[in-house]
């Protein structure tokens, strides 16, 4: 297993909540990236951080927000929360930002009903 | 932005015989292509990966091959098992943003 831990485990919330998920990354790395991962489907990436600033982002709305913490972990912040914002996100940290193997935290199981 | 498809969505195969799983990629400045298999309930977990500088990687079992020209690459898998069988997920990325594909059940047959 790797070193990268996400909490809480499972969440469930209520449309138009907000929702905050943590992800400590693994020692040495300076870069988590977050993705999206809808049942049945690949990883859609969210956006990524290095150090302490977003360093690209994929098609998802400014309602899906972060921060990165100067020991690296990082959050991710979900505003106004909708029914299709339902399923597992995982953080990935690696040790540069670009190029470089990415490992898989265990994920947040989100559902929103 | 890239764009990943991989084939085929499921594959069923004896165990002891082959597997491969191809991709295709969109845009041809993606540099890094990365292979997940992920087992039911857990973390997406890396397999194997080839940069584009190399054609062909190899790791005991398991064997990338990559065609920049074409825009493919494969995952080749020898000598299945039974804990083979999972979802297999191929990547593309560009600089910092990693792209997937819809993935692959792989099921092997004891």
């Known amino acids: 297993e790797t070193g990268v831990t996400q909490s809480p485990t499972h969440l469930i919330k209520t449309r138009g909540q907000q929702v905050t998920l943590r992800c400590s990354s693994q020692?040495?790395?300076?870069?988590v990236s977050w993705y999206q991962q809808a049942l049945g489907q690949g990883p859609q990436f969210i956006f990524q951080y290095y150090r302490e600033e977003e360093n690209g982002r994929g098609n998802f709305p400014p309602r899906f927000s972060g921060l990165q913490f100067p020991n690296y972990s990082s959050e991710l912040n979900v505003n106004a929360l909708e029914l299709d914002d339902s399923a597992l996100y995982l953080c990935?940290?690696?040790?540069?930002?670009?190029?470089?193997?990415?490992?898989f935290g265990p994920g947040t199981r989100l559902t929103v009903l | 932005g890239e764009n990943v498809e991989q084939h085929p969505s499921t594959l069923s195969v004896q165990e002891g015989d082959s597997a491969v799983i191809k991709c295709t990629y969109s845009d041809s400045a993606s540099n890094y292509f990365p292979w997940y298999k992920q087992e039911l309930g857990k973390r997406p977990q890396l397999i194997i990966d080839i940069r584009s500088n190399v054609g062909e990687k190899k790791d005991q079992r398991i064997a990338v091959t990559l065609n920049k020209t074409a825009k493919h690459f494969s995952l080749h898998i020898t000598e299945t098992q039974p804990e083979d069988s999972a979802v297999y997920f191929c990547?593309?990325?560009?600089?910092?943003?990693?792209?997937f594909g819809a993935g692959t059940r792989l099921t092997v047959k004891p």
């Open positions: 990935a940290s690696s040790f540069l930002a670009q190029g470089s193997e990415q490992f």
């Open positions: 020692s040495g790395h300076n870069t």
């Open positions: 990547a593309a990325s560009i600089n910092n943003d990693m792209r």
